[in-house]
Each structure stands twice: as C-alpha cells, then as structure tokens.
C-alpha cells in the first residue's frame, strides 16, 4: 500500500509548471505522495480512484515536457485526471470533488486554463487533439498538442476515424495510449489482444530513438535517411516494430514504455515532440498501482463511493441499488429463458451483469466501448431468434440513436434496453447525467419505454419486457432502490399506469424515480388541506391515455413529473394529449429545464431543477390560487 503520509514534494505545487522545478531524481517521491494524497482523499468524497493511481508517472511527466495552459493535453473520457489537476494547481479544492460548488472529477474548460476540452465520454481526445493541431497551423501557431487515450477507449471506432485522418499530417501530433488493460471492466476483443501482443514484444522503442539520433548527426544526408525510414512501410521495419498496426496507420510508433518509470516516460515523450506529423506513445500502466484493495477490484475502485483505506470497504453500507435488482432478475432469467442474452459494452460490472457472465458465459456479450456496435449486434441477435437484454448507461446509450432508430425501431425487433443510470445521476456531473433517454427514446416509433417506482417493480417490468414483442426500454435511476410501496403490486399491463392514491382537483402523474418525491408532495399538501391524486405512470410510452380521460372529468390540473429534460419528454407528450383530445383541464410539467445540470448530490440537483418535494408543492399550490378557470397550459 502507498504510504499516506508527510507531503513534502507536494506541497510544492502551487500553479501549473511547478512540476518542472523538482528536481528529477526526485520525482518518485511527488508520485508515491499523490497517490497518498488520492487515496486519503477520495476515501471521503468518493471518485474515480484505480484509473489515476495508474497515471500519477505518466501525468508527472506530461507535465514536465509540457507547458501549460500554451500546449493542449486533452483526456479521453478524463476520470484519470486528477492528478493533471493537482498539478495544475488544485489540490486544496479536493475536499469538494465533485460536490456542489466544488471541482468536477472530470476537465472543464470553466474550471481552470489547463482544461483543454470537457469530457467524460469516451474516444473524443484524438479527434479533439486533431482539430486542435489543424487549427493551430492554419493560425501559425506554435503550441504542443497531445491527446490522451486508453487501450478501452480505443475500441471505441471514433478513435480510428480520428487515427486515420491524422496519418496526413506533416506537423507534430502526439497520442499518448494509456494501457492497462481495462476500460471499466477487463478489455475484450481483438484490439485487447493486439495489445497484449505488443507489451510482450521486445522493447523497440529504445533502439528506434537511439538510430535516429545516430542518423541525424550524419552530416548532410542524416535527416533524408531518417525521413526516408519513417515513410518506409516495408523490409525491416515489418520485423523490428510491434506496433506496426499504427504504423501502416501512417501513425509514427514509440513503445512499449513502461508507464511508472518517470524518467523513460520524460525521454520518451520529448523524442515523441521532434516527429513531423501524427506519432503514438505506447505507455504500459497498472490500474490502482499503489493501493493493493484497488489493484485487485480495479472495476470496483473505477467510481467509489467514500471507502475504509484500511479495508476498501464501503464506508458507509446501503441498500440494494436498482442494478443490483437487475443483476438479480438477470441471472433468475438466465435460468428460466434460455433464449435470453445480454449484451452491454464494457460495463459488465457497473450494468450488474457480471453474475450472468460468469453463469451463462455463452450468452454473455461484451462488446467493449463501442455502442453502436453493441445496439445492432443485438438486432442481428434478435433476427436469429434470441432475445438480447442491452445493458447501458443512459447517458451512453444517445451515442447510438441511430442504431435503435433505424436497425431496431425500423424493423420492430425484440430488443430490450436495460436503461441504466437514467435521470440525475449526482456526482459525475454534466456528462453523465441520464437525462435525454426519454426524449430521444420517445420520439422513435414501435418503441416502448417502462420506468420502475420501486425494486419490485424494476424486477416486474424486466419479466414484462422480456416476454414482450418488439423494441423496449425499462428505464431506472442510480443508487439505492427504492422500498415504498411494496403493498402496491398491480400486475404490468402494456399502457397501463396505477393509482396509487385518489384525491380531487390535482392529480400528480409521477415517472419512475420520481414517485417517491410526488408522494412527498402530497403528504405536504395534504398537511394543508389539500388532497391530491397520485398516479405511478409506469408507461411513459404508451401512457395511460384512458385513465387521464378519467381523471380529467374530476380534476382541474395534471402535474407531471419526471428526470428528463422537459423538451420532448413525458410531460409535453401529456400537453399534446390533453390539448389534441380538448379536456378540461391545465397540464403543469415538472422537469428538468433546457439547461446542463452540474454535478452535486441528486437532492441538491432536484432542487436546482425545481424537481424536490418542497418544490413541487409550493408549485402546485401557487397554480391552484391563480387559476381563474379550466383548459389552460403550462
């Protein structure tokens, strides 16, 4: 385990470009007390551990060959930068990672200078990275660009289109691949395997920088020589370099390095700054280096919530979450349905299906980064008769809206999408939150779209969906399930929604995850004087058109509530409704505003976006006094 102890190299470290003033031989010691600093930190916020205890020596070293903010280091997906972070100046704002107020745990431009591009999705930084250096020689600039990426990352095939149209370059560009192995979960497939070949290929990297530095001293013809072998594409080079699959890229090779050695890692990337056009760095990392719980469960310290450093465990126990329901409900089918498969992308632990990979590994799919392959290899599942159960964040499901539009909505397959992290999400911020599933999702014909209020009603829905026919989406937020309402266990019948409590005037007509906080809601009103109809929607698509044509004839106002952005969501699928069908009564939508949600806790989100109980109240009651007649929008 790292030592988690005096900081005296650290301390150091005011502002970007400090890094550069300790001396050399001193740079394991900055690295051992980072990872000091990270483990004692994040054990009481939580965060992305593993990924940058493996990168404190590559991070180090990027800085001491770059200078920041001129030249640009862009972060694929960027969970490994903290230590770029605190490098850069940051370290006392660590007490409010990704807390409201505080830093993201991810770059933002808004947050410091050295940020060069916000991500938090994977396979951006090469394309990004890319259009960087193009504009930078077309203004005559002269800064340094590189772009950071992992071997996960790199399944992903934006990162070849981008690898691609970088091989015309005549200007530096630098790509860093960071290599450990792992995305989330362990690396699959044949890029993995690849890799796997070239880090157990004998070191190329030394003798390639060690003959071009002897050729170039060659008087008059040196430089010519070295170009010459650069462009080359065959002969010798076909058996000395291990990464020739970069290099018939048109891609410049350096590697294998080893990613915790600061002082190959500096030598290596000041070679890597002298190359005209596109050149790749091939560092070998360890994922969780330095802390042993973190080296063993590198999945489980991907994203963790506040640990024991003593132990890794959880510092706090909680409840079962939705994914853990799912996980459940998964492997129980994979017992009883043979023809069910799941496929999910690089996410088999943080999706729950780990449990079914290791019992039906014949029908588990892990595609890797790479969801719009995962989306239409489940139709092609589908057409051959089985019945793919897609795992998938929310936020990362949109980054193949065309695949479920036009390979499963058009031809009406029986695909389901287990909707993972749907709604707001806390912590991880802007990237991450699942706000957009059921605008984009709706908005698509032949699909269905469920939304659990409680872990029973996750495993209900699941079975439901199963047996369905044709493409649908049972949607549930993060963290602990939800255990109200366990008297209320009506059957799921397709379009059909559950009241939950019948009152007068207002009926609230809450979406999934947000169930419990209409229920709040209307005991608060309830405590004066005023009672309220609560509905469990359950469909979001299609709704439960018959009951609102019911409920209009009693009720002067439906407040609908959702974690979706109102644009395109539930709510104004509601408000065409009552408008198309001329009921009598005024649709108040409850939700998410057109604005990005930053990170914090999910309370504090809600109250952000008006979406907490106090909220919705108060909202409700203001209507209900100025309401002056029946038939008006919101």
Known sequence: MCCIGMMQMLEKIKKPNDVK?????????????IRGFLIKSLSRTGGHLASNLGVVELTI???????????????DVGHQAYTHKILTGRMGEFERLRQAGGISGFPRRDESPCDSFDTGHSSTSISAGLGYVRARDLKKESYRVVSVIGDGALTGGMAFEAMNNAADLKTNFVIVLNDNEMSISRNVGGISDYLAEVRTSSAYTGFKMGVTSALEKLPGLGRG???TLRKTKSSIKQLVIPGMFF????????????????????????????????????VVTEKGRGYEPAMRHPARFHGTAPFEIETGLPAKREGPTYTDIFSTVMRKMGDR???????????????????????????????????????????????????????????FLQRAYDQILEDICLQNLHVVFAVDRAGLVGSDGKTHQGLFDLSYLGEMP???????????????????????????AVRYPRGEAVTEFKEARQPVELGKAEVLERGSRTALLAVGAMVPVAARAAEILKEQGMEVTLVNMRFVKPFDRELLRELAEDHELFVTLEENVEIGGFGQQVLAFVEREELPVTVCIAAVPDQFVGHGSVAWQREQCGLDAESVADRIRKRLAESAGRGRTE
Do not use: C
């Open 21 to 33: 003033k300790i001396p050399e031989e001193r740079l394991p010691k900055l690295a051992e007390e």
């Open 225 to 227: 020589i070295v170009d």
């Open 61 to 75: 070293a990027l800085h001491r060959v770059y200078s920041l903010p001129d030249d640009k280091i862009i972060w």
């Open 446 to 472: 032949g699909m269905t779209i469920l939304a659990p209020k409680n872990l029973w009603e996750l495993s209900d829905m699941m079975k439901f969906a199963v047996h369905f026919d044709g493409p649908i």
């Open 247 to 282: 290099e018939n890229m048109g891609l410049t090779y350096l590697g294998p390095v080893n990613g915790h050695n600061i002082r190959q890692l500096i030598k290596v990337l000041s070679e890597a700054r002298r190359f005209e056009g596109a050149v790749l760095v091939h």
């Open 337 to 395: 349905e043979p023809q069910v498969a799941a496929v999910t992308a690089s996410m088999a632990t943080g999706t729950g299906l780990k449990r079914f990979s290791n019992m039906f590994p014949e029908r588990f799919f892990d595609v890797g980064i790479a969801e719009q392959h995962a989306v239409t290899f489940a139709a092609g599942l589908a057409l051959g008769g089985l019945v793919p159960v897609v795992a998938i964040y929310s936020s």
